[in-house]
Structures are given as C-alpha cells and as structure tokens.
C-alpha cells in the first residue's frame, strides 16, 4: 500500500457535531483529492489541491472545506454532521510522474456515520 | 450523467476463468486508467493505457483501448479468489478537462473457489 494515511477508519458521530477528517502524505506530492463514495457506487471528487495554500471545489458539491497549509497535509471538515454526510471519504495523492500520466494513490479511507 | 460506465455492473466467476470488464465513456481522452478496489479499502491503480495505444499487457491483466468506439475492457485471466474486488475505470480528459480523474461506476468481481 502507498504511503499515504487517513484516520480515523470508522467514526460514527451524531447530527450537529464537527468533525475533522485527516489525510497525510509522506510522498511530497503537491496534488492531493477528497473523493466521496456510497457503498458500490462510483467515486465523486469533492475537493483537490495542487500545492499549499491551494484548494478547489470538485464536480460533487458538498458542505465540507479543506485546508492546505502543508504539503503532506490535507484536512476536510465538516462544521455540523447531518446523517446525509454518511458516506466514505477517500483521500488521494497523485505520483508525479508527469502531468498527463499521473495515477492517484489512495489511502484506506474513512467510514464516517452519522447518526 | 458520467464520463465512463462500466458493465457489467457484477461477475460471477469460477477460480481459473477469465473476467472481461468493459468500460464506456463520452469525451475525448489523454488515458485510461484501471483501478481495484477491496472491499471497504481505498483504490489500488493497476494500469494506464495512453489514448495512442490499443493494447497493454502487465502479467495477468491486459487491457485494450478503442478510441473509435470510446471504450475500453479489462481482461484478468486464471482469476483467482483473491482478485474478488471492485473494478473501476478513470478517465483523463483531454484538453479542457484539467488534470482531474473521472472513475466509472464500477464492477463488482466475485471469484468462486
């Protein structure tokens, strides 16, 4: 597996609260990507960045935020979770192997539920 | 609607059978990547084939693209159980498209002992 982390694995949380998913990359990529997927469906982008200070909104809106204050860093939050927030949340990295052929390296991913 | 669509949607296949995938998609392309996905993991990149090329082999997988008919299959031969998984496509657009990945739907491959 790539090195590239996300945690917690599994949160299940009530209606309201804030939550703070984390993803670390120890590769020195620039580009990195929050996709949402719901079980046996396709992934959606939601939020990328290509370098610190940089962020996007993805082809999927959704409530959270990102931040990108460090290049190994990329933290996506929700404010307060709603029970449609259910979903799983993977974080990627892309490996720089050249602008047109970059491929995604994924974290495990976190199962979040919300109550 | 998505940029790629694959069938079928799930497989059911028997220890040492081959598995065809199949993936269709809209636009035109820079590549086409292949993915899979253990349940509940993240995705695990397996091959990129280039939109000049039609044909790409990496051990047990081969891959082919046609960009006449914008599609693309995946072929995995003496499947094993442990290539039961999820199967996704991931198109890069050409040109205005940026450099962002757009996964298909998926398949859903079980291989039986």
């Known amino acids: 597996e790539a090195d590239i982390y996300q945690t917690p694995r599994y949160l299940v949380i009530g209606t309201g609260k804030k939550i703070t998913l984390e993803c670390s990359q120890t590769?020195?990529?620039?580009?990195m990507y929050w996709y949402q997927q719901d079980p046996g469906m396709e992934l959606h982008l939601i939020h990328y960045?290509?370098?610190?200070?940089?962020?996007e909104k993805g082809d999927l809106s959704s409530e959270s935020t990102v931040s990108r204050i460090r290049t190994e860093h990329f933290p996506l939050t929700l404010e307060s979770a709603r029970p449609s927030h259910t979903s799983q949340y993977l974080c990627?990295?892309?490996?720089?192997?050249?602008?047109?052929?970059?491929?995604?390296?994924f974290g495990s991913g976190t199962q979040l539920s919300v109550l | 609607s998505q940029q790629g669509e694959e069938d079928p949607q799930a497989l059911s296949i028997q220890e040492g059978e081959n598995a065809t995938m199949n993936c269709s998609y809209k636009?035109?392309?820079?590549?086409l990547q292949w993915y899979r996905q253990n349940s509940g993991r993240g995705l695990v990149h397996l091959i990129l084939?280039?939109?000049?090329?039609r044909e790409k082999h990496s051990g047990r997988l081969r891959v082919t693209l046609d960009t006449s008919k914008k599609s693309s299959s995946l072929l995995i031969t003496a499947s094993r159980a442990a290539d039961t998984a999820s199967y996704f496509c991931?198109?890069?657009?050409?040109?205005?498209?940026?450099?962002?990945?757009?996964f298909g739907t998926g398949t859903q491959l079980k291989v039986e002992l």
């Open positions: 990627a990295s892309s490996d720089p192997t050249g602008t047109a052929n970059e491929k995604l390296l």
């Open positions: 590769m020195g990529h620039d580009k």
């Open positions: 960045s290509y370098g610190v200070n940089s962020t």
């Open positions: 636009t035109s392309i820079n590549n």
């Open positions: 084939i280039r939109s000049n090329e």
């Open positions: 991931a198109t890069r657009l050409r040109g205005g498209g940026g450099n962002k990945l757009t």
